[in-house]
């Protein structure tokens, strides 16, 4: 079964900081998306970063960008110039390209705290 | 694109009750999803549409649990005699069928059992 851990409950960071979350996964797949989700309290799910497995090329959209080690089953995010609406949980998820299945499967999130 | 939306945002029942959810997914998008999220966890995949078409369950979705999406547009989660470990955000999603299109979330019902 795959399965997606975050090792980092709750992260902060200063404004205008870098900060950078932990994903392992755990997959015999070979082809798979992998994602990063962001909650803001009380706020719905967004998509920050996507990444396809095949592609080499780290993801980058804007501050935000990943670092996607394919044999260490290692994703994890990078947030540059950290703003205070940055502020959320942050989670990682998993879903396998080609087995039939649709589902997203997500690690257990990390809160990320900005400070002024 | 107004986004996935769901109807209640919030719902308070009496153990033992049936409560049913409602989610509008994006209007073209024509795969639907419901996730169950508990406090402190990421989300669980319950159940997937592809139009009208059940095609995936998750062994969480026990018997009390049914989903439909009787014209393939909005669906319902419903939950028979309501249970305490039932509390919980229940999220909907909504995709396009190209598989690299992501899957967009609603804002959630969130079931509180007294």
């Known amino acids: 079964a795959q399965t997606v851990t975050q090792s980092q409950p709750e992260m902060s960071v200063q404004e205008a900081e870098t900060v950078t979350l932990s994903c392992t996964y755990d997959t015999s797949e070979s082809d798979y998306y992998l994602f990063w989700y962001k909650q803001p309290p009380s706020r719905q799910m967004i998509l920050v970063i996507r990444?396809?497995?095949?592609?080499?090329q780290n993801a980058t959209e804007n501050r935000f960008s990943v670092n996607f080690q394919k044999a260490a089953k290692s994703f994890s995010l990078k947030i540059s110039d950290s703003q205070l609406g940055d502020a959320a949980m942050y989670f990682c998820?998993?879903?396998?390209?080609?087995?039939?299945?649709?589902?997203?499967?997500f690690g257990k999130g990390t809160k990320l705290t900005v400070n002024p | 694109d107004t986004g996935v939306s769901q109807d209640p945002r919030h719902k308070i029942t009496k153990r033992g009750q049936n409560v049913t959810f409602r989610c509008d997914p994006i209007s073209e998008h024509n795969r639907l999803y419901w996730y169950r999220q508990t406090l402190g966890q990421g989300p669980e995949f319950l159940t997937y549409f592809q139009n009208e078409a059940q095609l995936e369950k998750s062994r969480l979705l026990s018997d009390r649990f049914s989903a439909e999406r009787p014209k393939g547009s909005f669906s319902t989660l419903e939950i028979q005699r309501t249970e305490q470990g039932d509390s919980a955000m229940y999220l909907c999603?909504?995709?396009?069928?190209?598989?690299?299109?992501?899957?967009?979330f609603g804002d959630g019902t969130r079931l509180s059992i007294l």
């Open positions: 998820a998993y879903r396998p390209r080609s087995d039939g299945s649709e589902k997203l499967v």
């Open positions: 990444q396809e497995a095949y592609k080499q």
């Open positions: 999603a909504s995709s396009d069928m190209d598989n690299n299109q992501p899957q967009h």
